[in-house]
């Protein structure tokens, strides 16, 4: 039978002003990304959820800085194409026929489509993709009551799109961690299935005052889980492993605390070091100075000693030669020899003057004598500055070197790895209190549920799948995982308590998130497989996220499947799927080298000078302009404001 609903993927692209075009084109069949890690992949999958439906706005990444718009060309199976056109931030859609890879111009016709569904309103982009899937106007039970609301496509997106944390969950694959949404996803699960919706189903009976009672507060109760549960997807992929996580952020914490604190230790010491050593320098630079002042002061007044003790000299040799010859005038009262009278009063007396003059002499030759004793000692002290100062300079320079070079950096670093997971620590715990709340209300909820339960069981439906039509969908799902080489698949059933798999007697939520990641992806392309082969209504797209993580981090050995062929076996599976079936797989393994060569493999590189860098385009930072570079910092400035980075 075949079925010419559902559509496929053609491209994704995203626009911004004075950035690069970003984008992917699919084909039908198998396509893969696949390359380094933080290179876009799981980044695509996000953003085609999005595209299809999902809230916004986008995950704010680096990358996706300046991008604005984005554009999704879609293909139906029966040829029509349209694009729709998206802002990065959420809101509206606007569709327009045929491919676009860059935005329509304003004339261009298009159809506007709110971003909510509604069953009352047909122009939503819900109701615009479940038409072009045969699923339009379909209705899904949402209670036991056997109440029913309008079937949206995001009822089945996460039954088509499953991201890296849904893949691995330790959950079943219609569940979502949401119990209010359990009863229409299983619903959504039966009508693609059985080809048959629950429009036909009549409430059990009206509902008195109590149970009203019962159901504001299940509503307010479902409001108050709807807001914690979009917080907590903001801020944690895996509630599950919240609580090792916080561990494992406080072990590293306490690890980059000890660090921190070594380094600066080491930082104080070096600056205060480095503060000594200028102290000691421009100390000794200015004793260095005063002594050179002191030594030329003391040069002339050495000179002034010598000028001195040369006119003391002839003072004294004047007398003794007037003694000796004693015929001249009197050289201080000028009287002549005949005159001389040694026994008169006189002004001056020459003996006395010339033991003055001999007295004075000894005097200043023994101050002289000092003055060349400090000289003696000013000039070792000096020799002693020109020795320690180039030390002094050397040192505080390989100081400053290493501060600034090695220190100063790897100080910053440390502190900024330390607030950054100090700021992941804190959503963690944020996360954490936000998921033990969304499980008290949880418990609250089925608690106010059970009490109701007591009261009308026998007015309730489970609305479970005929047994027939669960058996083929299990009998479909073993032959995948037997045509994959999946270990042990000769027994799947499908449980109608866990609405999940048992396979080899084991349920699949209690084996490793390897093959939990492997057998969801089976559970969902399985389903497009029935759906497709029975000719039910399906979107026929399946997008994959990592489900080969059993080949790249598996729990322990049971979970290992890096030593089979399973990987060959499934994307050669892939491969030969039909046109009316796409497949998208995002993965970190390089698949096998007949698929890495397909046209539609595209490896994401993270390596500007090798293939594609990512999905986005990688930018080039602007260089610094060479003034700056240039600049260099004098480490004998006195300054010490670049130690204020202690504080900071």
Not at 53 to 80: C, F, N
């Amino acid at each position: 039978m075949t079925d010419t609903s559902g559509f496929r993927l053609r491209h994704i692209a995203f626009h911004g002003p004075h950035r690069p075009l970003a984008s992917l084109t699919f084909g039908p069949g198998l396509n893969i990304i696949y390359g380094s890690s933080e290179a876009g992949k799981s980044f695509v999958v996000e953003a085609v959820d999005f595209m299809l439906g999902g809230r916004g706005p986008l995950r704010e990444i680096p990358e996706r800085v300046g991008y604005d718009r984005v554009l999704l060309g879609i293909e139906t199976l029966d040829g029509a194409q349209f694009t729709l056109l998206r802002s990065a931030e959420g809101g509206a859609f606007r569709a327009y026929d045929g491919l676009h890879l860059e935005p329509p111009a304003e004339n261009v016709e298009s159809v506007e489509l709110a971003e909510q569904h509604s069953d009352k309103n047909e122009t939503n982009l819900s109701a615009y993709l479940l038409q072009r899937c045969a699923l339009g106007g379909m209705r899904v039970r949402k209670n036991k009551y056997n109440e029913t609301i309008s079937l949206s496509f995001r009822n089945l997106a996460r039954l088509i799109i499953v991201d890296e944390t849904e893949i691995m969950a330790r959950r079943s694959p219609l569940s979502d961690g949401n119990p209010v949404a359990d009863t229409p996803n299983f619903a959504t699960f039966k009508l693609l299935l059985t080809g048959v919706d629950d429009s036909a189903l009549v409430p059990s009976k009206p509902k008195g005052p109590e149970e009203q009672s019962r159901e504001v507060q299940l509503e307010l109760l479902d409001q108050l889980l709807d807001d914690y549960r979009v917080r907590l997807k903001a801020l944690a992929k895996n509630p599950d492993e919240l609580q090792d996580q916080l561990q494992r952020l406080e072990r590293t914490l306490a690890q980059h605390g000890e660090q921190l604190a070594t380094t600066e230790s080491q930082y104080r010491t070096l600056i205060d070091r480095r503060r000594d050593l200028r102290k000691k320098l421009e100390e000794g630079r200015d004793r260095k100075s005063e002594i050179d002042g002191l030594l030329e002061r003391f040069t002339l007044l050495d000179e002034h000693y010598v000028s001195d003790m040369a006119r003391l000299k002839g003072i004294e040799e004047g007398g003794t030669l007037f003694q000796v010859l004693g015929q001249t005038p009197c050289p201080l009262c000028g009287a002549s020899p005949e005159n001389h009278n040694h026994n008169a009063e006189c002004d001056g007396n020459i003996e006395a003057v010339v033991a003055s003059a001999r007295s004075e002499t000894a005097k200043i030759d023994l101050l002289r004598k000092e003055l060349g004793d400090t000289v003696k000692e000013l000039n070792r002290e000096g020799r002693g500055f020109d020795r320690r100062l180039p030390t002094i300079g050397e040192e505080l320079q390989s100081i400053s070197r290493g501060l600034e070079q090695m220190v100063a950096p790897a100080l910053t670093k440390l502190r900024a790895n330390y607030a950054s997971l100090a700021d992941k620590r804190g959503e963690v715990r944020e996360a954490l209190a936000i998921y033990t709340s969304i499980q008290d209300i949880e418990a609250r909820r089925l608690k106010i549920e059970a009490a109701g339960d007591e009261q009308s069981d026998g007015s309730k439906s489970q609305g479970d799948l005929p047994a027939s039509v669960s058996d083929a969908f299990a009998q479909t799902l073993e032959t995948v995982l037997h045509d994959w080489h999946f270990p042990d698949a000769d027994r799947v059933f499908f449980d109608s308590k866990s609405r999940d798999l048992i396979i080899a007697g084991k349920p699949r939520t209690a084996r490793g998130k390897g093959l939990r990641a492997i057998t969801h992806g089976a559970f969902t392309i399985g389903l497009l497989q029935f759906c497709r082969t029975r000719g039910n209504p399906h979107p026929g797209l399946v997008i994959l996220d990592t489900p080969l993580r059993a080949y790249r981090e598996p729990d322990g050995e049971e979970d290992d499947l890096s030593g089979t062929d399973l990987d060959v076996q499934f994307y050669d599976f892939l491969q030969r799927l039909p046109n009316d079936r796409q497949v998208i797989i995002v993965e970190n393994t390089t698949p096998p080298k007949a698929i890495a060569d397909l046209p539609q493999a595209i490896m994401f590189t993270k390596n500007p000078h090798q293939g594609r860098y990512g999905f986005f385009p990688q930018l080039v930072a602007p260089a610094m302009p060479a003034s700056e570079s240039a600049d260099s910092p004098d480490t004998n400035r006195t300054s010490d404001s670049d130690e204020d980075i202690i504080g900071k």
